[in-house]
């Protein structure tokens, strides 16, 4: 019987600990970057929804390609992303699963035959009472090899996007920055990955070059 409980409570620890990085993080400092790991799906589709469908906003799809340091498209690759809501704040998480640290409106996506991904979403908020523009945060989990963090998805129509953050953006993963287009009420903006492009101490998965 004490044998019995130990191993009830030892299994009861593993379930409730931490989520654990189980591929390195490179391009620290990067805080949060484990999260990816926490609620990681068993199976990926190319395409999948951050905000559900009855979520208030306004629509809008993410689309892009997976592409290596050459420009050839990436299948496999795995993309995170995580976001506000309308309203600018991150909706907490609700059922088993209540430990998201980046809130409710998250999902994950595996880069196609031919490198390509999608999120179905809407147009994230600001945060209230700050300057921040509106942005879609993005990570990439190269399995067996490394995750890391890319640059944001933002906005060229955003009024709060100054002039001098889009000069200096490190353009981690390639540029962020896009020019959204509405197309019968539903926003759509591009984003590519470049894979390891800006990220320090990326060592490329396919090659095991030094990037």
């Known amino acids: 019987m004490r044998s019995l409980c130990l191993t009830i409570f030892l299994c009861f620890v593993a379930a409730s600990a931490p989520a654990q990085a189980r ?4 391009g620290l400092p990067c805080e949060g970057c484990d999260a990816v790991f926490d609620g990681l799906p068993d199976q990926f589709g190319s395409r999948a929804r951050i905000a559900p469908i009855s979520e208030p906003g306004q629509p809008m799809l993410v689309t892009g390609r997976v592409l290596d340091q050459g420009g050839k498209p990436q ?18 998480p609700s059922g088993a699963r209540a430990s998201h640290r980046h809130g409710a409106l998250r999902a994950w996506v595996s880069s196609d035959a031919q490198g390509r ?29 490394a995750t890391y963090y890319i640059d944001d998805i933002m906005f060229l129509d ?54």
């Open 23 to 26: 591929e390195p993080i490179v």
């Open 75 to 92: 299948p496999g690759v795995i993309v995170y992303a995580y976001q506000t809501n309308s309203g600018g704040i991150y909706p907490e």
């Open 117 to 145: 991904y999608a999120f179905d979403t809407i147009r994230p908020g600001s945060y209230p009472s700050r300057d921040t523009p509106q942005h879609i945060h993005m990570h990439v989990l190269e399995r067996g090899c």
């Open 158 to 211: 955003d009024p709060l996007l100054a002039k001098a953050e889009v000069a200096g953006r490190p353009k981690r993963g390639g540029a962020g920055i896009g020019a959204p287009l509405r197309h019968k009420g539903v926003w759509h903006i591009t984003r590519d990955i470049h894979l390891g492009q800006n990220i320090p101490g990326y060592r490329s998965c396919r090659s095991g070059r030094e990037a």
